[in-house]
């Protein structure tokens, strides 16, 4: 009768050992990762005032957690309180410990995006790049460049901003004026209105370091990023820049074309680098081509691309000088000439030394 009173027992206490070793084994597994190998993330949000409950139907709706169950149960055991309402970033290779651990610190999905507009980039470039980062397209972006009434609100808004940009001949009003810089936005769903407004009131701020010198210059501010824009794509640096800039107003005094390659690019809207221009091209007659015919004296109509505030301070503050040409070798240093003789000169002394670019 002993025997078999131990036998019983002994059963008994097997039977709750395997009971307990099989909980663990459940339990262990309900907090293990659902798929290991799988790190694509997706983003969910608990809404405010979700209770532990309806985050766990949540979680295991989503394919995040094997077993709401043991998950429940690790909550209780480890006193877990306070997961936050919010947006998560989370994937089938996280653990539900880790899960928890990232809702209840309220880790929150950020879904902020940043968007670098470089120097010397043009509004096809800009258009491009917006429709790339958010939800927006680039057909959204030319639209809203053509809706007078927006830009006329613009015109009323900034100092800087004036009727010069509605001038007919101007393909895009705010060319020149979105200073190129790293923008964060609030998400991909940002309009194009929100991006030019933060945009807007960036180039206020660099701007109007600038204002006082600007009206002093006795030119508009659409004159003075147009010059700079022609300076942006044309130097390479401060000194380079400055040289430049004083070729450009030597040449305004003298009444003589500025002759500028890249506002001709410009005028055909072809990106350089993409193809050479061809001989009827750099003839055409556009207001914002210097090197067509009845363009002595005179800049572009408008801004050929958004310039860096080194070649708005270069506009600005010319060398003194009596150049009138300049040339880059193949290595992009940038020589200064006063007379048409001396530019041919140097240009043959450039071809000599193997430092003259020659275009395929």
């Known amino acids: 009768m002993k025997n078999k009173t131990l036998i019983i027992a002994g059963t008994v206490i097997g039977i709750i050992a395997l009971i307990f070793i099989i909980g663990i084994v459940w339990y262990n597994t309900g907090l293990g990762?659902?798929?290991?190998?799988?790190?694509?993330?997706k983003v969910i949000e608990i809404e405010e005032k979700t209770r532990t409950e309806g985050i766990l139907e949540l979680l295991k709706n989503e394919g995040l957690i094997k077993n709401k169950f043991a998950v429940a149960a690790y909550i209780k055991l480890n006193k877990i309180k306070g997961l936050q309402a919010g947006k998560y970033q989370l994937s089938q290779n996280m653990s539900a410990?880790?899960?928890?651990?990232?809702?209840?610190?309220?880790?929150v999905y950020n879904e902020s995006i940043k968007i670098t507009f470089k120097e010397g980039k043009n509004m096809r470039w800009i258009a491009q790049t917006i429709a790339e980062h958010t939800n927006n397209t680039e057909e959204d972006v030319f639209s809203l460049l053509k809706d007078t009434e927006y830009i006329n609100s613009?015109?009323?808004?900034?100092?800087?901003l004036t009727d010069d940009i509605t001038n007919e001949n101007i393909y895009y009003p705010l060319e020149?004026?979105?200073?190129?810089?790293?923008?964060?936005?609030?998400?991909?769903?940002?309009?194009?209105?929100?991006?030019?407004?933060?945009?807007?009131?960036?180039?206020?701020?660099?701007?109007?370091?600038?204002?006082?010198?600007i009206e002093q210059s006795g030119r508009s501010v659409n004159e003075i990023l147009t010059i700079a824009s022609i300076i942006e794509l044309e130097g390479n640096d401060e000194e380079a820049r400055q040289g430049i800039s004083s070729v450009i107003y030597n040449r305004l005094r003298t009444n003589m074309s500025l002759g500028s390659d890249v506002t001709t690019y410009y005028a055909m809207q072809v990106d350089m680098g993409e193809r050479n221009l061809y001989s009827s091209e750099i003839k055409t007659a556009n207001p914002y081509n210097t090197?067509?015919?009845?363009?002595g004296g005179k800049i572009p109509?408008?801004?050929?691309?958004?310039?860096?505030?080194?070649?708005?301070?270069?506009?600005?503050?010319p060398t003194k000088s009596n150049y009138l040409y300049f040339v880059a070798d193949s290595n992009g240093k940038i020589y200064f000439t006063s007379t048409y003789a001396e530019h041919q000169n140097l240009i043959k002394n450039l071809q000599k030394q193997g430092l003259w670019y020659e275009y395929n």
């Open 97 to 107: 410990k880790e899960i928890l651990e990232k809702i209840s610190s309220g880790d």
């Open 291 to 295: 090197r067509g015919p009845n363009m």
């Open 33 to 41: 990762a659902v798929k290991k190998d799988n790190a694509e993330t």
């Open 176 to 213: 020149g004026y979105l200073y190129p810089d790293t923008y964060i936005f609030e998400n991909k769903d940002v309009s194009v209105k929100n991006i030019f407004n933060i945009i807007l009131n960036n180039t206020d701020k660099v701007l109007k370091n600038y204002q006082s010198q």
């Open 154 to 160: 613009l015109i009323e808004k900034y100092w800087f």
């Open 301 to 317: 109509v408008g801004p050929i691309g958004n310039p860096s505030e080194e070649s708005i301070k270069a506009a600005l503050n």
